[in-house]
């Protein structure tokens, strides 16, 4: 009997430990600067406030392109020649794709853009985490580009506040030359696709309320 109720308690200490890192304070941008204040839907935005908010304010190139592209949505227009939008309001995801051989055919560029968009609700009920992730693919296969990569923002719902957070994500261990990542139209968890010098090794990355760890 006292064996099973010291399996028991530390089945229960394990338990408390894993929800205690889950709950752990997220890694907030410090500087105010780089928060958006929403103004609309502010308790329970969609895909698409997330996406109108982001974009206010392009800095970059890439954003330009994808606030252009946005506008053309949301006004009912159809995309730029060469490029596909998808909106998928329901399940909270966005992706736009811009086949550039399409766009400029006289380039012949090989190149492929995806930019995509989506959230999760945090365990906590106080938070929503927004991601955006973007991959370039050469004639098919993964090249880093300038933008490429996943960026994270936790949506603060009485603040109504979007801040960058880092860290939601853990590393990958082993040798690779590229890492590629695709975020969940439906269900939560992130597909992660890791390109070595043999081959590619595809695994998931599991959210669990609050972060995403991979799964076994």
Same mark, same amino acid.
């Given at each position: ?18 929800? /205690? ?13 780089? *928060?958006?204040?929403? %103004? ?8 698409? @406030?997330?996406?109108? /908010?982001? #974009?206010?304010?392009?800095? @970059? ?13 949301? %006004? ?7 490029? %596909?939008?998808?909106? @998928? ?22 190149? #492929? ?45 009485? /603040? ?14 082993? *040798?690779?030359?590229? =890492? %590629? ?8 968890? =992130?597909?992660?696709? =890791? ?5 590619? =090794? ?5 959210? *669990? ?8």
């Amino acid at each position: 009997m006292k064996i099973k109720h010291f399996v028991l308690a530390c089945a229960a200490f394990a338990l408390t430990n894993v929800a /205690a890192f889950a709950q752990e304070p997220y890694d907030v941008e410090s500087s105010s600067e780089y *928060d958006i204040i929403m %103004t609309t839907n502010t308790t329970s935005p969609s895909i698409e @406030d997330f996406i109108t /908010a982001l #974009l206010a304010e392009p800095e @970059d190139e890439l954003n330009g392109m994808l606030s252009d592209a946005w506008q053309r949505y949301l %006004t009912g227009q159809p995309a730029e020649k060469g490029g %596909t939008m998808l909106v @998928d309001k329901k399940n909270g995801f966005m992706s736009y794709t811009v086949d550039y051989d399409v766009m400029y055919p006289e380039d012949e560029f090989g190149m #492929l853009l995806r930019v995509e968009m989506c959230y999760w609700n945090c365990a906590d009920g106080k938070h929503k985490l927004v991601a955006q992730n973007v991959v370039s693919t050469h004639n098919g296969k993964p090249a880093l580009g300038q933008y490429d990569g996943m960026m994270f923002y936790l949506y603060d719902i009485k /603040a109504h506040k979007l801040s960058p957070v880092y860290s939601i994500i853990e590393d990958y261990e082993g *040798d690779y030359e590229i =890492i %590629t990542y695709e975020l969940p139209q439906k269900g939560k968890n =992130i597909k992660v696709h =890791i390109h070595t010098s043999t081959g590619v =090794i595809d695994k998931l990355l599991v959210w *669990d309320g609050y972060r995403f760890k991979f799964g076994e």
